[in-house]
């Protein structure tokens, strides 16, 4: 049972792995127009820069309240019996 609930998460660990590296596929330009990996294999790749875009990501607040740290709240706590 144990060595059948290791797999199950090894197997979603990959798959999730997998997919976080497909949303970043490098794009490509050629003279300042856009151009796929097929068509620079096809023509060439003279004239052809990894166009790099700036990260567009900005956290929302709900976003920054939960990547911030706590505010931890300590109480008053009395030890034992108080009459």
């Known amino acids: ?3 059948k609930t290791l ?3 090894a197997a979603i660990l990959m798959i999730a792995g997998g997919t976080a590296v497909a949303a970043e596929l ?3 330009e050629a ?3 856009p151009v796929s990996p097929l068509q620079v294999r096809v023509l060439g790749a003279a004239h ?3 166009h790099v875009s700036a ?4 956290a929302s607040a709900h976003q920054a ?3 911030s740290p706590r505010k931890v ?3 008053d706590v009395t030890t034992g019996a108080a009459r």
Do not use: D, R
Not at 55 to 58: F, H, L, W
């Open 1 to 3: 049972m144990n060595k």
């Open 7 to 9: 797999s199950i998460a």
């Open 26 to 28: 490098p794009t490509y």
């Open 31 to 33: 003279n300042g127009f």
């Open 48 to 50: 052809v820069e990894q």
């Open 55 to 58: 990260p567009t990501a900005v």
């Open 65 to 67: 309240k939960v990547l």
């Open 73 to 75: 709240k300590t109480a």
